[in-house]
């Protein structure tokens, strides 16, 4: 296992391989995981960058829905902490509050996987 491990980190990083019974240097195995690291990054695909000024689309419905949810979990937030409230009513506003905290999360992703339409006259 240790051989082939060598032999195959030695390929990645173009170096030759130790001679049998010598000592492998550390740094030497760190500059080879550097090397596969490096390789590896390249192959894969780089992550899209979303712009966070597609939430800010106010002639979609969906972005005044996003926005009174997420008043209303504020409002939640704010009887939870504010309103004496008992066990029941407690753990109805709590799961209330945490169901508006999901859907929120869920119309935000709408949002922003939403292609904005920008018609630029010229």
């Known amino acids: 296992m240790r051989a082939w491990l060598l032999r ?3 390929v990645l990083a173009d170096r030759p391989l130790p001679a049998r019974g010598n000592f492998i240097d550390p740094w030497q195995l760190l500059a080879v995981g ?3 690291a490096r390789l ?3 192959r894969q695909r780089k992550p899209e960058v979303v712009k966070l000024s597609r939430l800010w689309q106010p002639q979609l419905p969906l972005f005044w829905i996003w926005v009174a949810v997420n008043l209303l979990s504020a409002a939640c937030a704010w009887a939870l902490r504010a309103l004496p409230l008992t066990g029941a009513g ?3 506003v709590a799961v209330l509050a945490l169901l508006n905290a999901l859907l929120g999360m869920l119309l935000m992703w709408q949002l922003l996987r939403h292609e ?3 018609s630029k006259d010229s």
Do not use: G
Request: charged letters at 0%; glycine letters at 0%.
């Open 8 to 10: 195959h980190l030695a």
């Open 34 to 36: 550097a090397t596969w």
């Open 40 to 42: 590896n990054s390249t």
């Open 90 to 92: 407690f753990a109805l």
């Open 116 to 118: 904005p339409n920008c």
